[in-house]
DNA sequence: GTTAAAACATGACCAATATCAGTTTTAACT
DNA sequence: AGTTAAAACTGATATTGGTCATGTTTTAAC
């Protein structure tokens, strides 16, 4: 169970600072950061933003899992990627100046700062190692995009499992993938009935292990050779 | 046919430069930008530049149309974008660091500048409009793509084929559109066969008119209703 | 602890679309 | 202009993966 209260969130002491977009900042910095942001405790499955809404300001994660996602037409979910501590997120649309094109919301309890848009954009335009790391990050993102645009073109569902499961194992690091399989079919692009079907056959294959709700990955060169490239 | 000198490019006088990141520059600016860049003459199906290389800088279009698409596992091509007059390309992995994830050439005879990177750095670094009209692009395309992913995962073949046909009608603009059903196929990420049989449809539904090569859209209203939004 | 609601799982079926194997048309090159 | 290669097109067939229907297990709420 997370600590309830944000008042024990300092960036000074954040853990997921060190490898976020402010891993770089000194000491004053930090205090700064500090003193803008606003800390708040989420539980499971609520919303930071909402596609078609406008951005008031980033959220930047101290502890957990978000998920970002769009709606098709019928309303069916498509993540386009899963954050975790250190990843700062929403700030795409505050540059685009249109509404979020996604939307956000918590996988499990998490701990989340908000940095509102002012101070983010005032802190950009002073310090120029966060610019170039925010120029970094959305270049990266774009380069990451067009390989997902690619397997989902040309890949068959199995595959895209395959490289799902090996995103999400770096996702989620020593703890096991802990994903509902609605969630991990809107990741991969497939229908849950497909997903568990094939989950079961990774399972039979020795590939991974399912312990009721999580998941684990046991031969990931099997995974790799599934994937593709 | 275009003219095969580059010597009558200049930047002063590229009406691309209008609606190009350029596009607010001022007349020193101009000049500056005219002595940094290079023009050359690209015959159709030339490439730009490879996945997995390392940028050298940036192309900027002054006339002509260019795929940027990346390989599958079996080399099949998926064409994540099509840049057309006053298109800056190239410049997402000179930020990431990274080799280009993806590959361009010309989809036909063009025209296109090419500014070093250490140069375009330099003007960055000087020029903040310069600096968020950039942020701004990338931040942009990045919504774009996940919309794409999105279409690439829900949408039918169909319906993909309706919406990258609005797409490429905003890209050629009063032009007729002209790809190869290869390519037109590569974008929409199907078959070539699919493509075709469905491009009929499209006719017999008259949709569109396809003369030979090139196609046109003559109800654009029920291309948006098939598309979805 | 009980109960209701999610989430998970499995089977049967079928539609969409890829693949393969051609033929015809168009464009490019000498 | 004639030749050749590439592109466009067509038909037959195979298959992936989505949908629907239904049952079971797990989780969450009271």
Redesign the interface.
């Known amino acids: 169970m997370l600590e309830k209260s944000h008042k024990h969130v300092t960036c000074a002491t954040c853990s997921a600072r060190k490898n976020s977009l402010f891993g770089t900042y000194g000491e004053s910095e930090v205090m700064d950061l500090n003193h803008e942001k606003m800390c708040n405790y989420y539980k499971k499955n609520q919303p930071l933003f909402i596609e078609g809404s406008f951005p008031r300001g980033v959220f930047c994660l101290n502890q957990g899992k978000v998920k970002v996602f ?5 309303g ?1 979910e ?1 993540i ?1 990627h899963i954050a975790k501590a250190g990843d700062v997120i929403g ?8 509404p979020y ?2 939307s956000a919301s918590t996988l499990e309890e998490s701990n989340i700062c908000f940095i509102g848009k002012d101070d983010f954009l005032v802190m950009m335009d002073n310090n120029p190692i966060l ?2 790391g ?3 990050e ?18 068959s569902v199995r595959e895209r499992l395959a490289f799902s499961l090996l995103i999400l194992a770096d996702i989620y690091g020593e703890e096991e993938i802990n994903l509902t399989r609605e969630d991990m079919a809107n990741f991969v ?1 497939t229908a849950t009935e497909t997903l568990i079907r094939l989950l079961k056959d990774f399972k039979e294959d020795e590939i991974i292990e399912i312990h009721t709700r999580k998941l684990l990955i046991v031969n990931r060169d099997k995974l790799l050779r599934i994937a ?2």
């Open positions: 769009t709606r098709g037409d019928e069916k498509q386009i700030f795409r649309s505050m540059f685009s100046g249109e094109k996604v610019r170039n925010i120029i970094k959305l270049s990266k993102e774009l380069g990451d995009r067009a390989q997902f645009i690619t397997n989902m073109a040309q890949k692009g593709g490239r």
